[in-house]
């Protein structure tokens, strides 16, 4: 069954932040990403843009959803709940690229799905696991970093109960 992106502000039913158009036009800047994007199917694109926003939505929020019964954690009640904050979007489609990068092209699986390559129990507990033959060209291509999706999402973030600084510095 395919998938039908929802990017209703607020909506019931609403699974992404980001439409497919949204996202053509956000990865056209990352050159290395867009020809893979361009190349994925409607239906590829909008798995993964599913996939990324649910993993955004696993994150704990300051504040309450704006709206009761909206499925999506954004906007939060701090916010214009008439929109979603292009920072919110835009977190969203580094995670989609996180994702992409940290994917085994050969396997499916991800950085925490890897296979086991060595254990050493003798000496101490010791676990190695085997990175995909492709990653370093994946994240290389692809961009995109957990810490940057934090960095855009910071001003709606709890860590541990406590409010992440919605201030941070920008090095040039």
Same mark, same amino acid.
């Given at each position: 069954?395919?998938?039908?992106?929802?990017?209703?502000? =607020?909506? *019931?039913?609403?699974? !992404?932040?980001? =439409?497919?158009?949204?996202?053509?036009?956000?990865?056209?800047?990352?050159? +290395?990403?867009? +020809?893979?994007?361009?190349?994925?199917?409607? *239906?590829?694109? !909008?798995?993964?843009?599913?996939?990324?926003?649910?993993?955004?939505?696993?994150? $704990?929020? $300051?504040?309450?959803?704006?709206?009761?019964?909206?499925?999506?954690?954004?906007?939060?009640?701090?916010?214009?709940? =008439?929109?979603? !904050?292009?920072?919110?979007?835009?977190?969203?489609?580094?995670?989609?690229?996180?994702?992409?990068?940290?994917?085994?092209?050969?396997?499916?699986?991800?950085?925490? #799905?890897?296979?086991?390559? #060595? /254990?050493? %129990?003798? @000496?101490?507990? #010791?676990?190695?696991?085997?990175?995909? +033959?492709?990653?370093? /060209?994946?994240?290389?291509?692809?961009?995109? =970093?957990?810490?940057?999706?934090?960095?855009?999402?910071?001003?709606?973030?709890?860590?541990?109960?406590? @409010?992440?600084? #919605?201030?941070?510095?920008? %090095?040039?």
């Amino acid at each position: 069954m395919a998938i039908t992106i929802d990017t209703t502000v =607020s909506g *019931a039913n609403a699974n !992404s932040y980001a =439409s497919i158009a949204e996202a053509d036009a956000y990865f056209e800047a990352n050159v +290395p990403f867009f +020809p893979i994007w361009s190349a994925m199917t409607e *239906a590829e694109k !909008s798995a993964r843009l599913v996939r990324a926003a649910q993993a955004i939505d696993r994150m $704990t929020f $300051t504040g309450d959803k704006a709206i009761d019964g909206q499925s999506m954690e954004f906007p939060r009640n701090q916010d214009d709940i =008439s929109l979603i !904050s292009p920072r919110v979007r835009n977190a969203q489609l580094e995670m989609l690229l996180h994702h992409f990068a940290d994917q085994d092209a050969s396997t499916g699986r991800t950085s925490g #799905s890897r296979e086991i390559a #060595s /254990v050493d %129990v003798n @000496q101490t507990a #010791s676990v190695e696991y085997s990175n995909a +033959p492709d990653r370093a /060209v994946r994240e290389a291509c692809a961009g995109g =970093s957990i810490e940057t999706v934090i960095a855009l999402l910071r001003p709606w973030l709890f860590d541990a109960g406590v @409010q992440i600084d #919605s201030t941070f510095e920008v %090095v040039r």
